[in-house]
């Protein structure tokens, strides 16, 4: 599918950091931003918490990202939820679970730990259930009664949904899918694909 995009607008203030495209914004909505909100460069992930590609893109490039970019203030990073639930059954139990450790200031701390805990598990098709979520989240500090009334009665479940209507009609079709400065980029890339797009609109 071919997309007509416009600049992304990359202040981050009251009014939402958008890109253009086709009549439809692709903004921040109210996701949690890793990196300084002052960063010239921001990259938009949709992600799936069952994706191999988005484990692989958390495990081998966004540490360098990390180092290279984000905590040197030239990119902020959000990661906006696209389950795949026809073939990941759990991905929309797992997106809501991070938001309800997000409640409770510690989203990127659940969003590390659901990959890494997805990843030594080792499993081809991986398989989670809510006490596995449940039990992560005590593994990193949350009031564990808030997190299990949260998830249990799906309190976020709008919230990623609404991730997911967003990416639908932005044309996002699979996983993980970047918008970086109204850049497209799609899959899981090797890291020079991205440092060259990012060293060009550092420029």
């Not at 389950?83 to 510690?106: D, F, R, T």
């Not at 564990?144 to 990416?167: H, I, P, T």
Request: one cysteine or more; proline letters at 4%; aromatic letters at 10%.
């Amino acid at each position: 599918m071919r997309f007509l995009l416009a600049t992304l607008l990359t202040a981050l203030s009251a009014v939402p950091v958008a890109a253009q495209q086709r009549g439809v914004f692709i903004g921040v909505d109210d996701d949690p931003v890793l990196g300084s909100p002052d960063a010239k460069v921001l990259m938009i992930e949709f992600g799936d918490y069952q994706c191999p590609s988005c484990r692989m893109f958390w495990k081998d490039i966004e540490p360098r990202l990390k180092k290279d970019y984000i905590d040197t203030g030239k990119v902020k990073l959000v990661f906006r939820d696209f389950p795949l639930m026809q073939i990941h059954p759990e991905a929309l139990m797992s997106a809501m679970a991070v938001n309800c450790a997000g409640e409770q200031g510690k989203y990127w701390q659940f969003h590390d730990k659901v990959f890494r805990e997805q990843y030594n598990k080792g499993d081809d098709v991986i398989r989670i259930k809510a006490a596995d979520l449940k039990k992560w989240a005590k593994d990193i500090g949350v009031d564990q009664a808030k997190f299990d009334q949260c998830l249990d009665s799906e309190k976020f479940k709008n919230e990623v949904m609404k991730d997911k209507a967003d990416g639908d009609a932005a044309g996002v079709q699979g996983t993980p899918t970047f918008f970086i400065n109204g850049r497209i980029m799609g899959g899981a890339q090797q890291y020079p694909e991205y440092r060259k797009l990012i060293d060009e609109l550092l420029k």
